[in-house]
């Protein structure tokens, strides 16, 4: 993600969560937060106003990844994008000293929960009242095995996924 992707970023944040994020926090994000790391996933379909169709985010704290967002366009749901972003992330963990992945995720998002059980997230806890906007609990998981197993496992993954987006454009 660059400073460039923002107004594109900004409206898919808009149209994926029942809050946007505050004005500023993604400029924040990508010119002075040092553990931030943001990608843009990107088409280019003339019947999008943008070709920025996914999002996400993650932080590295000491020897932990926290994935903050991810986000697919409402029109492109359903398809594997947000397997495709939290898979990048999930790769992209190894190039850091990183002994677990954890994130947080609405109580009633049981879509996105099937995803991450099926890259091994264990729901661990949970943080009552967590979204602001709702007063919705959110359910702590998280994935401890960032080893070369799991590694294994996630280029299978990532091999059925893309045959699996192959077939879908």
């Known amino acids: 993600m660059a400073l460039a992707d923002l107004p594109a970023v900004r409206e898919l944040d808009r149209l994926s969560f029942p809050t946007p994020t505050r004005p500023g926090l993604f400029e924040h994000e990508l010119a002075q937060n040092n553990i931030a790391y943001y990608q843009v996933l990107g088409m280019g379909e003339a019947e999008f106003s943008s070709s920025i169709i996914g999002f996400s985010g993650y932080w590295l704290i000491a020897d932990e990844i926290h994935i903050s967002t991810i986000a697919s366009h409402p029109q492109w749901r359903g398809r594997g994008l947000g397997e495709l972003l939290l898979l990048n992330m999930l790769f992209q963990s190894y190039t850091h000293p990183a002994n677990m992945v954890t994130l947080e995720v609405r109580r009633s998002n049981e879509v ?54 192959r077939c879908e454009v």
């Not at 998981?141 to 993954?157: D, S, V």
């Open 112 to 165: 996105a929960q099937a995803l991450y059980r099926k890259y091994q997230f264990e729901e661990v806890g949970m943080r009552p009242r967590y979204y602001h906007d709702t007063g919705e609990d959110a359910l702590l998981m998280t994935m401890a095995a960032l080893n070369a197993r799991y590694f294994q496992f996630l280029e299978r993954q990532q091999k059925v996924l893309y045959q699996r987006l």
